[in-house]
């Protein structure tokens, strides 16, 4: 069986001890629970002024260890970030990651107007996440306003080609997402399963039935927050096997072509 989890990182939090999140517990893990591929963001670097800086990391262990993927950080407003873009393609990255509410950067600038033809050109997803933490648990340092459903419209809008991988929303976000979208837009754009509510409220669930299963993904948002919650979503929802693969993997491979 495969797993694919899109939605994993590697080194440390500022708000909270969370240890320095090393590849070996990444493995550790994934064997745990039988997750066969990871890939990684550097979790340091969506807090730093240049979040590109981090992507050495993360190209050195997925060379040390072939089930980890790198995603790395590009963010369109620093020096150089055309030439990140390019080491992104050269080393095979599956998404790289942009993080608008995260870098300071404005949804429709020109700035993330550019990223978005350049990677929608490259056949290239960009994935971003809604949040890292719940507001509700946050440090008060941690300012950092949410990814809004209409901006990931609009961003969604910005390039015919251009592909999302959202991770880190939830039931009302991907609502106001889809059911706001084109058939077209709707369908470029991936969602992971990380915070999205399963039993007893089974908001998983309700999505799968209404949104389409083919439009999510497994994601666990290791280490902030427990893998076993997002496999545990899944063995309450009683899937056929053809349609937890579809969720694991499936989905994700046909959304890369």
């Known amino acids: 069986m495969t797993c694919i989890d899109v939605n994993t990182f590697l080194g440390a939090y500022p708000f909270r001890d969370i240890g320095e999140w090393s590849t070996a517990t990444l493995i550790q893990e994934m064997e745990q629970f039988g997750i066969t591929e990871s890939w990684i963001s550097w979790l340091p670097g969506v807090f730093w002024r240049d979040p590109a800086a981090g992507n050495a990391h993360l190209y050195l262990a997925a ?22 873009l390019g080491d992104a393609v050269a080393l095979h990255a599956p998404c790289i990651r942009c993080d608008p509410t995260f870098y300071g950067l404005a949804p429709h600038g020109p700035e993330m107007t550019s990223l978005l033809a350049i990677t929608a050109d490259q056949k290239l997803p960009v994935m971003m996440a809604v949040r890292l933490e719940d507001v509700r648990q946050r440090h008060p340092n941690d300012q950092i306003p949410d990814l809004t459903p209409a901006t990931v419209r609009s961003i969604i809008r910005s390039h015919p080609r251009t592909r999302l991988v959202i991770t880190h929303a939830d039931r009302e976000f991907i609502e106001q997402v889809h059911f706001g979208a084109t058939p077209d837009e709707a369908s470029r754009i991936l969602w992971d399963i990380s915070c999205i509510w399963g039993p007893p409220e089974d908001h998983l669930e309700l999505l799968l039935r209404t949104v389409g299963i083919e439009r999510f993904t497994f994601g666990t948002g290791t280490p902030l927050r427990l893998a076993e919650t997002s496999l545990a979503k899944l063995d309450l929802l009683q899937l056929s096997v053809e349609n937890r693969l579809r969720i694991e993997v499936g989905n994700l491979r046909e959304f890369l072509g």
């Open 63 to 84: 060379r040390e260890e072939p089930r980890l993927r790198p995603v790395p950080a590009v963010h369109p407003g620093m020096p150089g970030w055309d030439e990140v």
